[in-house]
């Protein structure tokens, strides 16, 4: 699925700035579909839920995580963030 670029905040130069969420996984690779190579990720932040939904703790993980592959970010040694919501922040250079 191709993200909407109407939706994105454009900054002077030639980039968009957006935010994707994505449900968190075990330390390592995690699927976040629509990440691509070229992107800078600027943040990370997970957030925690009890068992009503409510979120419990937030956390913010940037330095953890890197962008390895189209579609994926990787925390290999860092925070697990299995059964966590992610935030994460990018920018994208755009033609």
């Known amino acids: 699925m191709a993200l909407p670029t109407s939706n994105m905040t454009r900054i002077p130069g030639g980039v968009a700035q957006f935010t994707i969420l994505a449900a968190g996984a075990v330390a390592g690779d995690v699927t976040v579909t629509g990440v691509k190579t ?28 890197s ?25 994208r250079p755009v033609a």
Not at 38 to 65: H, K, N, P, R, Y
Not at 67 to 75: F, K, V, Y
């Open 38 to 65: 070229t992107d800078e990720l600027l943040f990370v932040q997970s957030a925690s839920f009890d068992t009503d939904g409510d979120i419990v703790a937030v956390a913010d993980l940037t330095s953890e995580f």
């Open 67 to 91: 962008i390895s592959a189209a579609d994926t970010l990787n925390n290999t040694g860092g925070t697990s963030t299995a059964d966590e919501l992610l935030s994460i922040t990018l920018v």
